[in-house]
């Protein structure tokens, strides 16, 4: 394996539950533009890089087959056990498998979706892979939140120096070939038209509000990969910095719950 790969993997280790917990549901939004776009009803969508399956269980009333491809172990386990919490419908499944490796047929997938995810894999061998499995007129889209969440300056200007400092520490704690390696969202559209796999291809973006306590605010950025990284590999210096920041955000909402503005970024492409 890649050793992009596995490290990229490695970094969702360890705290699935507290990740399904605090990241935001992706808008239905997303499932009304897809299938514009698709101009079908779709019948089998998968979801790669799926996580705990925030995004895969967007579409349980929408296509007659769903698969959620998550090749880390702690976020399939937690997307697997939600099953229940689902009434176990029978055309959801998730599969340890990777973006560059679907144990797919050849045009056998009218949707492809990543959440969060497409910045993880490396984008020449995966969009090739999606576009093998990909039907005529399919459609491929990734989207991502811009962080952190609107919602206040102080906060959100804490929030970037926390994330800044746990990506030094990081660097210090990590061999070189030991470290994640994620590609640039800003390149995504990019790298989509220069596989030359699509005929049309654009950026789309939309936001939506949800409501959040200090406790859910102060969560979204614990579990960011990196932060937990650090943590499990003993960056026990950070602990301060967490902690100003959750008191921060405690102050900010004062015992209320807010709204707090989402913001994504959707790069779609048909097949």
Not at 68 to 81: H, I, K, S, T, Y
Not at 258 to 268: E, G, I, K
Request: aromatic letters at 12%.
């Amino acid at each position: 394996m890649n050793e992009h790969i596995r490290n990229n993997v490695k970094r969702f280790q360890g705290f699935g539950t507290l990740y399904d917990k605090n990241r935001p549901i992706p808008p239905q939004d997303i499932i009304e533009i897809v299938k514009k776009y698709l101009r079908r009803q779709p019948q089998t969508v998968i979801d790669v890089g799926c996580g705990t399956g925030l995004s895969t269980f967007l579409w349980v009333n929408e296509a007659n087959s769903i698969i959620g491809f998550e090749p880390n172990n702690d976020m399939r386990n937690v997307a697997l056990a939600k099953l229940q919490e689902f009434d176990e419908p029978s055309n959801i499944q998730f599969i340890k498998g990777f973006s560059h490796q679907l144990d797919l047929p050849t045009e056998s997938v009218d949707v492809v979706t990543c959440s969060q995810s497409f910045h993880w894999m490396d984008p020449h061998s995966t969009l090739q892979e999606f576009s093998r499995v990909l039907r005529g007129g399919g459609v491929f889209a990734a989207y991502d939140c811009d962080w952190p969440p609107t919602f206040d300056w102080l906060i959100e200007e804490q929030y970037k120096q926390l994330i800044s400092l746990v990506n030094k520490k990081l660097m210090q704690l990590t061999e070189k070939d030991e470290q994640p390696y994620r590609w640039k969202k800003s390149e995504h559209l990019q790298k989509i038209r220069e596989s030359n796999l699509f005929r049309f291809s654009k950026e789309i973006v939309f936001h939506h509000w949800e409501k959040c306590d200090a406790t859910r605010y102060a969560n979204i950025a614990f579990s960011n990969g990196g932060l937990q990284t650090a943590i499990q590999l003993g960056a026990d210096d950070l602990h301060e910095a967490v902690n100003d920041f959750k008191d921060q955000v405690k102050e900010s909402f004062a015992g209320e719950s807010c709204d707090v503005l989402f913001s994504y970024r959707m790069r779609l492409a048909v097949k």
